[in-house]
């Protein structure tokens, strides 16, 4: 389980200036799909995570990919045209993930406005991300997003998060 992350940390908007993670929080809540480049188990999601946050889009959150270990020219690279369509967050010196805790990439995090965390999961473990996935659905009143569906990857436990 993540802890709620320390909401100075500045986060690099592709295409944007940087800014403290509060401010991507002032309306909704924000829900981020983490992400590490450098490894091919982050790669293997991006269908999965581009269909969640895609869902989640049109509700009452904030949808994010946020890749770590690199700057907005990485993220961007790595990423390709899902930058045009859901907002990407670089965190170039995973301070976002050292604050929050997390130990493993990929991972979803939904984070309140406040700070504290609606859901976390780590790895790929289609049924911790449905359980989260489903806190932020059922806080936001939304749909809750099948996982997973039949193209998704199978299972597995994803590398370090911090390098």
Request: proline share 8%; no cysteine; glycine share 6%.
């Given at each position: ?5 320390d909401l100075s940390i500045e986060l690099h908007p592709v295409g ?51 890749v770590t270990g690199t700057g907005v020219d990485g993220a961007s ?74 193209g998704d990857p199978a299972p597995y436990a994803g590398t370090a998060?911090?390098?």
């Open positions: 389980m993540a802890n709620a992350p944007g200036k940087a800014r403290p993670l509060s401010q991507f929080l002032t309306t909704f809540p924000l829900a981020a799909v983490v992400l590490d480049p450098y490894t091919h188990e982050s790669s293997w999601l991006l269908d999965t995570a581009h269909r969640i946050l895609t869902i989640f889009r049109e509700a009452d959150v904030r949808v994010a990919f946020l690279q790595f990423l390709g045209p899902l930058t045009d369509q859901i907002l990407t967050l670089a965190d170039p010196d995973r301070s976002l993930v050292r604050s929050l805790g997390l130990e493993t990439l990929p991972a979803f995090v939904a984070i309140r406005q406040n700070g504290s965390i609606i859901g976390s999961a780590e790895g790929w473990d289609p049924v911790t991300w449905r359980q989260a996935a489903t806190e932020l659905a059922d806080m936001t009143m939304w749909s809750r997003p099948e996982i997973p569906v039949a998060a911090l390098g």
